[in-house]
Structures are given as structure tokens and as C-alpha cells.
């Protein structure tokens, strides 16, 4: 199954593609990036987001989408645009029906480290292990952020069929 994992920005979205293997189960790096608006005007940074995740995700074709939520240590006017970004990202997946999934940056870090309250470079450092990226592939933290959600993904939705 291919998971779409997005860190939400409106100056810099980072997004991960990953494929989750049952058999044995695995992940495989597919393709990862960051989709950086070029205008000032919010209204045309979200339109970029917008229509640059549409874009991507007729290309790769996720089955489902897996995006971080906004944190609660930001001001108001931070988390004001993050979540407009946000509402780009999430209508951009529900517009070609694909499922989407949120998870907070403290599940996100547990699921990539192990430890809830790790820093962005033990995050890149990990993913890089995770999907035996070769050293210096990963160069944005953004696209960093964008594969831990991904892989939180993965982790949780093997959790679920366990408990199933």
C-alpha cells in the first residue's frame, strides 16, 4: 500500500512517498520533496499547495494520506496559516477521495525514534536508517518531516490490523 505522508507549511510543504510491504513487512522510499509556493499572497501560496499536491497525487497515486497537526507551543497567527495550509492539503486529498490520517509531531517522533520529544536531526537520521536512504540523499528537513509522518502511518495502521 503507498502512503503520502505531508508536513504542512505555507512556505515550505514537505511531502514522502512510501510504499508499506506485507511480505515481508517493509517500507520502501518511493519519492519525497518539498513544494515551496513561490508568491507572497497567501491565497496564491495555498492555491501552489493546492495544486501541487493534486498534481502529486495523481502521479503517484497514494491510498491514503497521512499529515501532521499543528502543534500547540506556536502563536496564534503561526497556527492561523498553518492550518489554512492544512485545509489546502486536506481538500486536495478529498477531492480525489483518498483517506486521510493526522497524527501530532509527539506521535510522529515516538514512531520514528522511539522518544516523543526528539530533535529534527535525530528525526532525519532516522528516516534516512528506516529507508536505508544513502547518506546525503535526504537533504530537507521538511521532506524529513513529510517521510516520519509516513512512517508513523505505517506503524500505526500495523498496530491496528494487530489489534484487530
Known amino acids: 500500500m503507498r502512503v503520502c505522508g505531508i508536513d504542512p507549511g505555507t512556505r515550505a510543504?514537505?511531502?514522502?512517498?512510501?510504499?508499506?510491504?506485507?511480505?515481508?513487512?517493509?517500507?520502501?522510499?518511493?519519492?519525497?520533496?518539498?513544494?515551496?509556493?513561490c508568491s507572497?499572497?497567501?491565497?496564491?501560496?495555498?492555491k501552489e499547495i493546492?495544486?501541487?499536491?493534486?498534481?502529486?497525487?495523481?502521479?503517484?497515486?497514494?491510498?491514503?494520506?497521512?499529515?501532521?497537526?499543528?502543534?500547540h507551543a506556536i502563536n496564534s497567527q503561526t497556527a492561523l496559516k498553518l492550518g489554512q495550509a492544512r485545509g489546502a492539503i486536506l481538500l486536495a486529498a478529498s477531492l480525489m477521495d483518498i483517506p486521510v490520517f493526522e497524527?501530532?509531531?509527539?506521535?510522529?517522533?515516538?514512531?520514528?525514534?522511539?522518544?516523543?520529544?526528539?530533535?529534527?536531526?535525530?528525526?532525519?537520521?532516522?528516516v534516512s536508517t528506516i529507508l536505508h536512504l544513502p547518506k546525503g540523499e535526504l537533504?530537507?528537513?521538511?521532506?524529513?518531516?513529510a517521510l516520519a509522518v509516513g512512517i508513523c502511518h505505517t506503524s500505526s495502521r500495523r498496530m491496528r490490523r494487530l489489534a484487530e
Do not use: N, W
Open 50 to 71: 493546492f495544486q501541487g499536491l493534486t498534481e502529486l497525487f495523481g502521479q503517484f497515486r497514494p491510498a491514503e494520506v497521512a499529515v501532521e497537526t499543528s502543534f
Open 139 to 145: 537533504k530537507s528537513m521538511d521532506a524529513s518531516d
Open 103 to 126: 497524527y501530532t509531531p509527539t506521535e510522529v517522533k515516538k514512531a520514528t525514534c522511539g522518544y516523543g520529544h526528539a530533535g529534527k536531526e535525530q528525526v532525519h537520521a532516522m
Open 40 to 46: 507572497d499572497e497567501m491565497a496564491l501560496r495555498l
Open 13 to 37: 510543504t514537505g511531502y514522502g512517498i512510501i510504499d508499506m510491504r506485507s511480505s515481508p513487512a517493509s517500507l520502501a522510499h518511493v519519492a519525497h520533496g518539498v513544494i515551496r509556493p
